[in-house]
T-cell receptor, first 118, second 115 residues
């Protein structure tokens, strides 16, 4: 069974700083996706960034980037030039890749609560 | 494009009572998920539908929880009888099968408090 571990329950950084959230996972699968989802206070969860395991290049989305280390089963999220709106719970998640006709379940870590301080 | 709709947003009941949550996914999304998110924890999958068939309900407490997805669109999650430990946010999410991207679109959730 797959597991996702986030070792940082809570973090705080000053606005405009860079912050890195850690995530490790355990799987015997070779084809899978990894995700970071953001859950702002009292708002719905949204996808921040996605990484396909077969791609060596780290995914980037504007100020968000990941450091994907497949052999180490590590998947960290870096937020550059942090903004007040980045304050949220961040969940690392894993999904085994099945086929084009069916999506597998997504397994979430326990989350990291990130506070961006003015 | 309308997002995932859930209702009610909040519900307070006493233990042993019953409650039902409703979800309307994004139009065209074949896969629908119900997740339970207990305070301070990550979402835990309760049940996954593809169209109107169940794909995974291995973590659904079937003695008290039930779910259905009528005509492969709307879905209802029911708890009967409720226990104190069922206090949580129930998240509905949907995804577009075939896109093979794994992106889930979440509703705002239904917060349940069991007294």
């Amino acid at each position: 069974a797959q597991t996702v571990t986030q070792s940082q329950p809570e973090m705080s950084v000053q606005e405009a700083e860079t912050v890195t959230l850690s995530c490790t996972y355990d799987t015997s699968e070779n084809n899978y996706y990894l995700f970071w989802y953001k859950q702002p206070p009292s708002r719905q969860m949204i996808l921040v960034i996605r990484q396909e395991a077969y791609k060596q290049q780290n995914a980037t989305e504007n100020r968000f980037s990941v450091n994907f280390q497949k052999a180490a089963k590590s998947f960290s999220l870096k937020i550059s030039d942090s903004q007040l709106g980045d304050t949220a719970m961040y969940f690392c998640a894993f999904m085994k890749r099945i086929n084009m006709n069916r999506d597998d379940k997504i397994i979430f870590g326990k989350g990291t609560r990130l506070h961006i301080l003015p | 494009e309308a997002g995932v709709a859930q209702s009610p947003r909040y519900k307070i009941i006493e233990k042993r009572q019953s409650v039902a949550f409703w979800c309307n996914p994004i139009s065209g999304h074949a896969t629908l998920y119900w997740y339970q998110q207990i305070l301070g924890q990550g979402p835990k999958l309760l049940i996954q539908f593809q169209n109107n068939g169940v794909v995974d309900d291995s973590q659904l407490p079937k003695d008290r929880f039930s779910a259905e997805r009528l005509k492969g669109v709307d879905s209802t999650l029911k708890i009967q009888p409720a226990k104190l430990e069922d206090s949580a946010v129930y998240l509905c999410a949907s995804s577009l099968v075939g896109a093979n991207t794994g992106e889930l679109f979440f509703g705002e959730g239904s917060r349940l408090t069991v007294l």
